[in-house]
């Protein structure tokens, strides 16, 4: 693979943990020094005790990485330099002929482990209830700072850049028609290449939909009453319900969005680490605590702990939360995308999209759906379901 004539080349990538580094690991994880226990019965002091202590006794016992890196390492990975920086990238592409290319963004605290379960059936729908017709190639890159792309050295890499930088690498991959997706951060920048129009975009799918009205999220933001005369819906006022006690419980996104370097410990110590990556929000943290406590749904334990060992071997905890400093756009506020956008709303998103917020945000809507099971990291817990969405969402886009 080469790049077009003039630009960064396109390399091939790989990667190696000596077995000293996981030694490293195992050893810090066994000397971790613990906490009293939480003073409450629930989680509403953050991660319980004999959660983490659970992870920690497995990850150190158990756990092996090196499954994980072989699924990785199978895969073609590539990176190239956009804008002066590395960017890594998976690029799977389909045998099907008239396949829909797709980028696909994760969000925080993930990586591309969170959709290491939907490539092949995006790629090879035949094989998974699919149809020929349902085929994309998919290409999911690391965003700057997260995995094994560079990490940044100066301030500037916002969203609305990696959202450029991401239709650079789809022109640089030689399609000229395509579309993208994402949840968390990767459903921001996704909204935001839907309103920046690449060349070549033709649309969006995004499970974490940027529809929240101007006043609406003005006050929730900083917990002000909403504007008077308001009249809402009941699906209106559940999802309002919703986002006030998000903006009320983000402290992880508070805390790296203003003092990212302090977090230097989640460098040091991986039981550290795990906690504040476990801690995002109150659904996954219950369905992840499950998991430890031997539960199988969604999420299991060598599911978690792909993504923070990945975290841990390339020290990126302070070079991806410094996305959250760079940010100037609100999380759920309508960008202005005309583009063809479809929304899947999940049950234990952070908040429930109403039809009635999508429709006026995204004046294209082509599909809107709310599923029966699923959360925030939808490529990761529910992928057959995610894979469904993706393709209905984009069934009329071919």
Do not use: C
Request: hydrophobic share 40%; proline share 7%; net charge negative.
């Amino acid at each position: 693979m080469s790049a077009t004539p003039g630009t960064p080349a396109i390399r091939p990538f790989t990667f190696e943990f000596p077995e000293a580094e996981l030694e490293d690991l195992r050893a810090r994880i066994k000397a971790a020094r613990w906490p009293e226990k939480e003073t409450v019965t629930d989680q509403s002091q953050g991660v319980q005790l004999e959660t983490i202590k659970e992870l920690a006794r497995y990850w150190a016992e158990e756990y092996d990485w090196r499954k994980v890196e072989a699924k990785l390492k199978a895969l073609p990975n590539f990176v190239t330099e956009i804008d002066g920086l590395d960017i890594h990238f998976i690029h799977v592409r389909s045998r099907h002929q008239d396949a829909l290319p797709v980028i696909v963004t994760h969000g925080w605290p993930g990586s591309v482990v969170e959709q290491l379960k939907i490539i092949d059936p995006l790629v090879n729908p035949t094989a998974h209830g699919g149809s020929a017709s349902d085929a994309f190639h998919v290409v999911i890159p690391s965003m700057p700072g997260y995995g094994f792309s560079g990490k940044p050295t100066a301030k500037g890499w916002s969203p609305e850049r990696i959202a450029r930088a991401w239709g650079e690498l789809m022109k640089r991959l030689g399609y000229t028609r395509y579309v993208a997706q994402g949840g968390d951060w990767g459903a921001i920048v996704t909204d935001l290449m839907g309103a920046q129009e690449p060349e070549g975009l033709v649309g969006i799918h995004t499970n974490m939909p940027k529809v929240i009205p101007a006043d609406i999220d003005a006050a929730l933001a900083v917990g002000n009453p909403l504007p008077e005369g308001l009249v809402l819906s009941d699906e209106e006022k559940a999802a309002v319900e919703q986002l006030d006690f998000v903006y009320r419980h983000v402290y992880y996104a508070y805390m790296m969005g203003s003092r990212p370097q302090t977090l230097t410990g989640l460098v040091d110590s991986p039981v550290g680490l795990a906690a504040f990556l476990l801690d995002h929000d109150a659904a996954s943290l219950a369905m992840i605590s499950r998991a430890f406590d031997g539960a199988a749904e969604g999420l299991t334990r060598d599911d978690v702990l792909d993504n923070i060992t990945l975290f841990w071997l390339t020290r990126t905890a302070v070079s991806s939360a410094r996305l959250y400093a760079e940010n100037t756009t609100s999380f759920f506020g309508i960008n202005d995308v005309k583009l063809p956008v479809a929304v899947s709303v999940f049950p234990d998103e952070l908040y429930q999209a109403p039809r009635s917020w999508a429709e006026a945000a995204y004046p294209n809507l082509v599909h809107y759906n709310r599923l029966s099971k699923g959360g925030h990291f939808a490529a990761w817990e529910q992928p057959e379901l995610l894979v469904n969405e993706v393709r209905a969402g984009f069934r009329s886009l071919r």
